[in-house]
């Protein structure tokens, strides 16, 4: 038995070699530069001993491969050293294709990224038929594409139609869809995983290629038809400017066709270029902000078992349904059965659309309970107060709540504007209220924002953390403070999308200009989608606490009750669900409309890191992008400033004050701040 710091290799009687990869003080497996090596030494004493086959498979509970060490990126400082790399690599993959024995991967779990490719480089692949099987190359979420042989390998193995829509979508297939498309050459129970490997390489089967229609689509006459309509149909969801990842993608395959020793050094020389691009450093350095407020909850599970929540509107009915998605036991509290009615419908139909299998979606169900009287209110773990923003109103629920908590019990509020020193003035124990404020759609958005008040206990905002983390999402520790975080750069580019429209700028052209810039969708539609009301209620907040004007056709809708999409009218029409967008005709946006939009909520992200709302930039930058939808390949507001200039940014914020007004006067932060 050989082993190395990564890999062990053993040889069994029957001449089977089983090759384990277990990275040593790590939960989950990935392709680092030492465990690559490695394995093209033990690849070496395979076809030295030659043995019947060799079986990959991993040692690790979690999973197969989650791919290379994303750390690594970052010390490939020129495209000449990335080259050099990748090409390594992918010649450890082609010589674990050119073993004089053939090899399959024993796949449990996830096998993502450079784990998948090193399992397309085996003979056969089997999949673990535990529910847990996740395949998937989804290297275009960092900027880059596959880079071990992948963009080679997929084709040949699944064509170009499965293999174009794993790469440039970038999501993981299950085991079903694995199976239909040729991923995996067998589906078998977890614990027959070794023995059917075993099995496979005793009677090894030909190996599975493309079918015959994608091999005919891989044509080199058929080739420039299919990545016209490949690039157009890119062309509707990302940019190239933007993203130019996918549409690389597509071009190597239309210009080598996964075939020949040429179309690996085209793959190498393309992923070596676009590592050292702003879009992949921004979207790595997302990946690892990701990482780092994941890693806030802390090492030790939070040990909620049950939620109590009270308020069951949309936000509140949507917490609870998503706390007993997680596993929880939720009780939902409002004045009365009937108006928690709706809300466990809501829930009903959301278990039954996410978790696809009738009795998981039954048992979802039923840790959800209706809870009226606030009965269950001494047993919770967590209560959350998720009722409309009055302050009298929340502190009268408090001074009922707060003699029923059980000690440890944390007490929350869901408040978006609402100070916590405000909300504990009248509380015994002022020190255990905390602010989680969930986004809307809870389901949808990721980031959860923990607010400490003057008085808030640390061990309080842990717990918090924790709890957040438990409900799988990334949790935002800040400062109680007008708009938080989120809202409070949020607001001033909402704001001045519609000033711009008070201005005449039509709303299409306003919202056109931050898709252009990066925006998940434009301010004017975001407003809407948001619902006017709550944009009204909390720009007053944010108005009245910091001096500003807040702009008038706002008022003046939610007077009309136009709110927005919840009422079908609002800056847009909206019909089912989605806003009607009238012509411009040949009307172009203002050159500085960009600008004008984008730099008011770079300008509030220096002030609430001059006022320490957040900790740092990256935590902001983390915020920005993970609750507003800040365009991820630009990094976050503050990392946008950097890399344009911050010298050049207060200089075009200071233009556009002598234009517009003392909204983009430029915040102190800009001459105080090490940005």
């Known amino acids: 038995m050989a082993e190395t710091g990564n890999w062990s290799l053993d040889i069994d009687t029957d001449r089977v070699a089983w090759l384990v990869f277990d990275a040593p003080g790590a939960s989950v497996n990935v392709l680092s530069s030492a465990a690559l090596r490695e394995l093209a030494s033990c690849l070496g004493e395979v076809a030295a001993k030659r043995p019947l086959g060799v079986v990959l498979r991993s040692g690790k509970a979690s999973g197969f491969i989650a791919g290379a060490d994303i750390k690594e990126f970052q010390s490939m400082t020129t495209p000449e050293a990335g080259f050099e790399v990748v090409r390594a690599a992918q010649a450890i993959l082609q010589q674990l294709q050119d073993l004089p024995c053939p090899s399959v991967a024993a796949i449990k779990g996830f096998a993502l990224g450079g784990g998948l490719e ?5 003979t056969y692949r089997i999949g673990a038929d535990d529910g847990r099987l996740s395949l998937g190359l989804p290297e275009v979420q960092l900027g880059i594409h596959p880079g071990f042989g992948g963009t080679v390998r ?78 157009a149909a890119l062309r509707q969801k990302v940019m190239p400017e933007h993203y130019p990842a996918p549409y690389a993608v ?34 790595v350095r997302v990946f690892m902000l990701q990482d780092r407020l994941k890693g806030l909850g802390g090492t030790t599970p939070s040990g909620v ?74 047993d919770a773990d967590v209560v959350i107060e998720a009722i409309f923003e009055s302050v009298e109103a929340k502190r009268a629920l408090y001074a009922e709540l707060e003699p029923r908590l059980k000690p440890g019990a944390i007490l929350a509020t869901n ?10 003035e009248n509380l015994a124990a002022p020190d255990r209220l905390v602010g989680i404020h969930f986004f809307n759609p809870v389901a949808q958005m990721q980031l959860v924002e923990i607010v400490k008040g003057t008085r808030t206990r640390g061990d309080v905002v842990q717990s918090a953390l924790s709890f957040t983390r438990k409900l799988d999402k990334l949790p935002l520790p800040c400062r109680s403070a007008p708009g938080f975080v989120v809202n ?37 539609e975001l407003a809407d989608v948001v619902g006017l009301d709550v944009c009204l209620h909390v720009g007053r907040v944010l108005a009245d606490a910091f001096h500003r004007q807040a702009p008038e056709i706002l008022s003046s809708l939610v007077e009309q009750k136009k709110y927005g999409r919840k009422s079908g009218q609002g800056f847009y029409s909206w019909v089912d669900g989605k806003a009607v967008r009238p012509g411009v005709g040949g009307a172009a946006a203002p050159a500085d409309l960009e600008d004008r939009l984008m730099l008011p909520m770079v300008n509030e992200a220096v002030a609430c890191l001059r006022e320490q709302v957040i900790e740092d930039a990256d935590l902001l930058d983390a915020g920005a992008i993970f609750a507003t939808g800040f365009a991820p390949f630009r990094g976050g507001p503050l990392q946008y400033a950097r890399q344009r200039g911050t010298a050049q940014v207060r200089r075009r914020l200071a233009e556009l004050e002598k234009q517009y007004g003392e909204r983009f006067r430029p915040d102190a932060g800009w001459d105080l701040l090490p940005l």
């Open 488 to 524: 409070r750069i949020l607001m001033p580019y909402i704001n001045e999308a519609i000033f711009a429209l008070q201005d005449g700028i039509p709303a299409v052209l306003i919202d056109k200009a931050g898709t252009h810039f990066g925006m998940p969708m434009g301010p004017i």
């Open 250 to 283: 597509v071009d190597l395959w239309h210009h080598y066709g996964a075939a020949g020793a040429h179309s690996y050094v085209a793959e190498a020389r393309s992923i070596a270029g676009l590592i050292c691009s702003p879009t992949s450093r921004n979207l």
């Open 154 to 231: 997929a084709v040949r193995l699944i064509g170009v139609r499965a293999a174009m829509d794993l790469m440039l979508k970038g999501k993981p297939c299950n085991a079903a869809r694995a199976l239909a498309t040729g991923l995996v050459d067998q589906l078998v129970p977890a614990d027959e995983l070794a023995t059917r490997a075993k099995l496979l390489l005793q009677n090894p089967p030909p190996p599975k290629v493309a079918p015959l229609t994608d091999r005919l689509l891989n044509l080199a006459f058929v080739r420039p038809f299919i990545a016209r309509r490949l690039v």
């Open 305 to 378: 078992k049950h939620v109590h929540v009270i308020g069951a509107g949309v936000m509140g009915g949507d917490i609870a349904a998503w706390s007993a998605l997680r596993g929880m036991t939720v009780t939902l509290q409002d004045r009365n059965d009937e108006i928690i009615r709706p809300a466990l419908e809501r829930a009903r139909t959301f278990f039954g659309r996410r978790l696809k299998d009738p009795q998981a979606a039954a048992a979802a169900f039923g840790r959800l309970k209706m809870d009226a009287a606030g009965e269950a209110v001494s």
């Open 415 to 424: 408040t978006s504007s609402i100070t916590i020193e405000t909300l504990c």
């Open 118 to 122: 090193l399992a397309l480089a085996c």
